[in-house]
C-alpha cells in the first residue's frame, strides 16, 4: 500500500507560479511512475505530467508544455510539479498518483492517488 500526500496549492495570480509536492509513504518508491493529474468542476480528471521511476523519462500534456517541470527526489520520497506562468484555466484540484512499473498518461493507468490540493490561478 501506498500512501501519497499533496501539498503546495493555493490561489496565485496569472502569470505567477508554484510548486506543488508530494510526498510517497512506498519504501521502494524508486521504483514507482509518479503522474499528476487534474480535474476541474464538472471535468474529467486529466493528466498533466508524469516521470518514470528512474526519472528519466517524462511526458507533458501539450496544455502544459513548457510551462510546468515534473521532477523526483527518490532519496526523499517525493515528486515535484513546478508550475510557471499560470493561466486562470489551470484551475483545478491537483492529484499525484503513483503505479510501480511503467508510466502511464491515463488515470487508470495508476493505483495509487493523493487526497488533491487545490490551485486557483485569478484573472
Known amino acids: 500500500q501506498v500512501q501519497l500526500v499533496e501539498s503546495g496549492g493555493g490561489l496565485v495570480q496569472a502569470g505567477g507560479s508554484l510548486r506543488l509536492s508530494c510526498a510517497a509513504s512506498?519504501?521502494?518508491?524508486?521504483?514507482?511512475?509518479m503522474g499528476w493529474f487534474r480535474q476541474a468542476p464538472g471535468k474529467e480528471r486529466e493528466f498533466v505530467a508524469a516521470t518514470s521511476w528512474k526519472d528519466i523519462n517524462t511526458y507533458y500534456a501539450d496544455s502544459v508544455k513548457g510551462r510546468f517541470t515534473i521532477s523526483r527526489d527518490n532519496a526523499k520520497n517525493t515528486v515535484y510539479l513546478q508550475m510557471n506562468s499560470l493561466k486562470p484555466e489551470d484551475t483545478a484540484v491537483y492529484y499525484c498518483?503513483?503505479?510501480?512499473?511503467?508510466?502511464?498518461?491515463?488515470?487508470?493507468?495508476?493505483?495509487?492517488w493523493g487526497q488533491g490540493t487545490q490551485v486557483t490561478v485569478s484573472s
Open positions: 498518483a503513483a503505479v510501480q512499473g511503467r508510466v502511464g498518461v491515463r488515470p487508470h493507468e495508476y493505483d495509487y
Open positions: 512506498a519504501r521502494t518508491f524508486g521504483s514507482y511512475a
